[in-house]
């Protein structure tokens, strides 16, 4: 598919268009034709996408294939395992003033052809996920991996074509002036993973046609910790989930609210947890990651004197590596607490409790994730209640999003829409509503 660059976009779109029309993409033996081909690609390609990875972002071969590379797997296993039963039409009572001989039920539609737009961060994993909701769906499917990780755009736009049907699936690789190209043509469905800004380019790219948006943003996840919780058991999970990836995850904590004595013990707490995870020189850990580029290793470092560092601070540009930190006495005005951080530096805010964690947290954007750590009842379901978030996580961040029967998105400033499993089934099809009344 190599023909696919000399393609302009709306040549790209006339040609899937065309495809979809023939119905080529509907039988349920062509969608799962191509998810068990994606599948042999993740398996036959998994080495070249884990050495892309790291050669973009020092991803540790463990995390790939984790994050990405068998989580993408999973999903697809997943959806093999339901994919008939979820796309069966769903019977519902027909009304009684239509008569006794009238039914009614629903079926799912593919929208079309869809775009997919992912960011760098998890770059193979975030294209492919929504791939094999959009595939399970019957769409065609137009595929735009982030320019930022450009060793993982190149294996994708290498692999994808020689496993998936060309007639129906194209990448198009390329920055912004190429998304921009792309966004100007008439898609049926936009799904797009990235930042809030873009996220509202896309979205007034897609009103032009009226096309739907399923927008996977980002924003700050809190993380609160109640009193008399272990804090060593507190500390470990906060720092795997934190440091992940270097701190370059949608759903990573982004910051801690406690009340200032717990602060205080999770302090050292936090030192031992990181040092188990990565030692006492984290750069040279073979578990650790590194920054994507220069412009986000000086934006993150110009964050490091929002507070007092009690471990970690340590950078070095040349690698792009900013070691796991972790600053305490962090005034809610500093500049770390003004956006979402996206890199491996935790603030810990001290707040009274739990009323005044729950105000903060409602005083600004809706979180994609919440976390509370807590072994109170009560606690949970005042959080549960009281504050809205795409997910929330008891106990353990991060996580929720490997149960593919959850759905995963944000709400408000985090996002619109939400995708995984059979929630990927009804973001990438339309629910028809159908109506049958017998002639005689
Ligand atoms: P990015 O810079 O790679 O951008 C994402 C995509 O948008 C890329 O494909 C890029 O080419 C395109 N793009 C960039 N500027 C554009 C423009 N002006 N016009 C059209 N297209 C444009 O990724 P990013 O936004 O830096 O990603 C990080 C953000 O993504 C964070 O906010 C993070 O929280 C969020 N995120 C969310 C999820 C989720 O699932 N909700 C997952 C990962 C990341």
């Known amino acids: 598919m190599n023909h696919i660059h000399s393609e302009s976009p709306s040549e790209i779109l006339a040609r899937l268009r065309a495809t979809f029309r023939t ?3 509907k039988p349920l033996e062509w969608r799962t034709a191509q998810l068990r081909a994606l599948r042999t690609m993740l398996t036959e390609g998994g080495a070249d996408l884990a050495a892309a990875l790291h050669a973009d972002l020092g991803k540790p071969s463990g995390d790939a294939y984790r994050t990405e590379i068998d989580f993408t797997i999973r999903e697809i296993d997943h959806t093999l395992d339901h994919l008939e039963a979820w796309l069966a039409p769903e019977a519902v009572a027909a009304p009684r003033h239509l008569g006794p001989d009238a039914s009614a039920w629903t079926q799912y539609d593919p929208l079309g052809v869809v775009l997919v737009i992912a960011p760098w961060n998890y770059p193979a994993g975030l294209l492919l996920a929504p791939m094999v909701g959009a595939l399970a769906s019957g769409n065609a499917v137009v595929a735009k991996p982030s320019e930022l990780a450009p060793a993982t755009a190149a294996a994708l736009a290498r692999l994808l074509p020689a496993y998936l049907d060309t007639h129906a699936v194209a990448v ?3 920055g912004i002036p190429e998304t921009t190209a792309l966004l100007a043509e008439h898609f049926d469905h936009i799904f797009y993973t ?5 996220g509202r380019i896309v979205m007034r790219a897609a009103a032009e046609h009226l096309t739907s948006v399923t927008l996977e943003l980002g924003g700050k996840s809190p993380v609160f910790v109640d009193r008399g919780t272990d804090l060593d058991v507190v500390a470990e999970r906060l720092a795997r989930g934190k440091f992940l990836n270097a701190g370059q995850t949608c759903v990573a904590p982004d910051y801690v609210l406690t009340d200032p004595l717990t602060a205080a013990a999770l302090e050292p707490a936090l030192r031992r947890a990181i040092e188990g995870l990565y030692g006492t020189e984290p750069a040279t850990s ?8 220069e412009r986000h290793f000086d934006r993150l470092t110009g964050l490091l004197d929002s507070g007092r560092v009690v471990v970690g601070g340590g950078t070095d540009r040349t690698t792009r590596f900013i070691a796991p930190t972790v600053l305490a006495d962090v005034d809610p005005a500093a500049p770390v607490m003004q956006e979402e951080i996206f890199g491996p530096i935790l603030p810990i805010v001290t707040v009274s409790g739990l009323d005044e964690a729950i105000g903060f947290v409602n005083d600004r954007d809706k979180p994609l994730a919440l976390y509370v750590f807590t072994e109170s009842e009560d606690t949970r379901h005042r959080i549960a209640d009281e504050t809205s978030s795409g997910g929330l996580g008891y ?3 991060v996580a929720h999003l490997t149960v593919l029967e959850l759905p995963f998105g944000g709400v408000g400033e985090s996002g619109i829409g939400s995708y995984h499993g059979r929630y990927s089934i009804e973001t990438f099809s339309h629910r028809k509503a159908v109506l049958a009344k017998p002639l005689a």
Do not use: F, K, M, Q
């Open 395 to 397: 106990g353990l961040p």
């Open 172 to 174: 198009v690789e390329g």
């Open 286 to 293: 073979g578990e650790y990651g590194r920054i994507v580029n």
């Open 23 to 25: 119905g080529r993409t």
């Open 194 to 198: 990235g930042n809030g800004t873009v």
